[in-house]
């Protein structure tokens, strides 16, 4: 796919403030600090376009970016920061789940895991309840670039245990390498 426009349209934390023009969208999901917004900007190729912080925890709305007029990539907060009070952490929850339960133009759900590590068990909670909610789910590894290639293979495999009924792609956003895979990965 060639991206030839995208844009920050809303931060939302309502869900009478989701979009309501019907366009398809792609929602990006993962831990805090896995790298999400960097994955946006790389696959984009706009350096600022989501915001990106190394403190885990910033992102706290649902983030809309238009895709080529067409569709819509829904930047998540992310899950598991355990510095959230807990009435943050009921937020997140809420509002999640309120995205996930009143949108019936979700055409697809993209799951972060760090390739580095195996899968924390809220990871594991995510995909199960994502799979439970029918919606099409891929799993990207982010930040293979701090893997050799036989740390890879062998995380690829733990992984593909773990989630068996998805399709993985092992990514590094800081290194760009299989930029067209990924693009054809998540926009297929």
Same mark, same amino acid.
């Given at each position: 796919?060639?991206?030839?426009?995208?844009?920050?349209?809303?931060?939302?934390?309502?869900?009478?403030?989701?979009? /309501?023009?019907?366009?398809?969208?792609?929602?990006?999901?993962?831990?805090?600090?896995?790298?999400?917004?960097?994955?946006?900007?790389?696959?984009?190729?706009?350096?600022?376009?989501?915001?990106?912080?190394?403190?885990?925890?910033?992102?706290?709305?649902?983030?809309?970016?238009?895709? /080529?007029?067409?569709?819509?990539?829904?930047?998540?907060?992310?899950?598991?920061?355990?510095?959230?009070?807990?009435?943050?952490?009921?937020?997140?929850?809420?509002?999640?789940? @309120?995205?996930?339960?009143?949108?019936?133009?979700?055409?697809?759900?993209?799951?972060?895991?760090? @390739?580095?590590?195996?899968?924390?068990?809220?990871?594991?909670?995510?995909?199960?309840?994502?799979?439970?909610?029918?919606?099409?789910?891929?799993?990207?590894?982010?930040?293979?670039?701090?893997?050799?290639?036989?740390?890879?293979?062998?995380?690829?495999?733990?992984?593909?245990?773990?989630?068996?009924? @998805?399709?993985?792609?092992?990514?590094?956003?800081?290194?760009?390498?299989?930029?067209?895979?990924?693009?054809?990965?998540?926009?297929?």
């Amino acid at each position: 796919m060639f991206i030839y426009d995208s844009k920050f349209i809303k931060s939302v934390v309502k869900s009478e403030d989701f979009p /309501n023009d019907g366009l398809k969208e792609i929602a990006i999901v993962g831990r805090s600090n896995v790298g999400k917004s960097s994955l946006i900007n790389s696959m984009l190729q706009r350096k600022r376009l989501a915001k990106v912080s190394s403190t885990p925890g910033k992102t706290r709305t649902l983030n809309f970016f238009l895709i /080529n007029n067409l569709f819509y990539l829904v930047d998540l907060p992310g899950y598991g920061y355990a510095k959230l009070s807990k009435s943050e952490r009921n937020s997140w929850k809420y509002m999640v789940e @309120s995205y996930f339960d009143n949108r019936a133009c979700i055409d697809k759900v993209i799951l972060l895991i760090d @390739s580095r590590h195996a899968p924390f068990e809220s990871d594991i909670v995510m995909y199960d309840w994502i799979n439970s909610l029918k919606y099409k789910l891929d799993i990207i590894a982010t930040k293979s670039d701090k893997l050799s290639y036989s740390q890879i293979k062998k995380n690829e495999q733990v992984f593909k245990k773990q989630f068996s009924r @998805s399709n993985i792609l092992f990514y590094s956003s800081l290194k760009n390498y299989n930029r067209n895979e990924l693009l054809n990965f998540v926009f297929s």
